[in-house]
């Protein structure tokens, strides 16, 4: 890659941001197509927020992803604010319009994506989705437009119903909107006849890896296993799917096709999917 007078360049802000995977997946996409663009990762202190985005002015940066602990609290500095983005009330991608910051969450757009990439069409399915957090929001948004059914599974019923009371707002007619507490009955009631499952609660993650979301008995092969959780790659919900044969996707997946998503933002350009997915996936020593 020549970096140039002319170069665009992207990049991140968080903090921390050392291990993110996105310098490496959109320098690969960027890449692929020869344009003149660059992504770097800036480590930008809670404090520094809004200073940051006064540079990202004045050095014309063109695009940035945010991330933890932003999300929020950088709204108030963007000009404007996709549809999306302003329901969710976070945002993940930044877009420099000729000097204009437009804030946009690719969550939603990425999970259907990765969907539709592994072959899978929510619409006229009944979607379960685990967790009420900011993924939850963000995925629930996008799918509770295409499913027939969302059933939003939460520890803290409150969150669960609050978001589904958006949704059904937002959506007067058509899918089927409900919430219920996270517990091992309201799973087993909801799972008999679910088509997908998503788990977006950081149940799983590193350092407890050895817990699960759900009892493995109610896993199927004819369900898709949905795990937003990337740490590991391989969740214990995913390797007990797997053992079923159900069909799944890893929160790897989902990283980069909401990167994927942000790179369409910045280039107008349809993402090179299959490029940024070995990308990623060789970053963290895995081959596909
Ligand atoms: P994110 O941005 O990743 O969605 P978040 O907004 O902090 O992160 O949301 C985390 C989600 O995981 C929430 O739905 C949370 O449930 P609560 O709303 O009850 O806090 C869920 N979660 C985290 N740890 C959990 C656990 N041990 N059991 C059940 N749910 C858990």
């Not at 404007?80 to 437009?102: F, H, Q």
């Not at 280039?267 to 963290?284: C, E, H, L």
């Amino acid at each position: 890659m020549m970096v140039t007078g002319k170069t665009k360049v992207c990049g991140l802000i968080g903090d921390p941001v050392e291990h993110s995977l996105s310098p490496c997946l959109q320098n690969a996409a960027f890449k692929h197509y020869g344009l003149d663009f660059i992504y770097v990762a800036f480590r930008v202190k809670q404090e520094n927020l809004r200073d940051a985005i006064q540079g990202l002015r004045s050095l014309g940066i063109h695009g940035l992803n945010v991330t933890m602990p932003h999300k929020i609290n950088v709204i108030q500095y963007l000009d404007d604010l996709d549809a999306t983005a302003k329901i969710i009330g976070s945002v993940n991608t930044i877009l420099n319009r000729n000097g204009k910051l437009i804030g946009y969450t690719t969550d939603g757009a990425g999970a259907l994506k990765a969907l539709r990439y592994h072959g899978v069409d929510p619409s006229g399915k009944k979607i379960v989705i685990l967790g009420a957090g900011g993924a939850s929001r963000s995925v629930s948004l996008t799918l509770a437009k295409e499913a027939k059914e969302l059933v939003i599974l939460n520890r803290t019923l409150s969150k669960a119903e609050r978001l589904a009371e958006e949704l059904k707002a937002l959506y007067e007619y058509g899918t089927v909107i409900k919430a219920d507490e996270l517990n091992s009955q309201n799973v087993k009631r909801e799972m008999a006849d679910a088509n997908i499952l998503i788990n977006a609660t950081s149940i799983g993650m590193r350092p407890n890896d050895g817990s699960t979301p759900i009892d493995s008995a109610l896993l199927r092969s004819d369900l898709v296993v949905f795990d937003l959780v990337y740490e590991p790659l391989e969740t214990r919900l995913l390797i007990e799917a797997k053992k079923r044969r159900a069909t799944t996707i890893d929160g790897l997946t989902m990283l980069v096709f909401q990167g994927a998503v942000s790179f369409e933002i910045w280039t107008g350009r349809t993402a090179p999917f299959k490029v940024m997915m070995k990308a990623a996936y060789k970053s963290i020593g895995f081959n596909k």
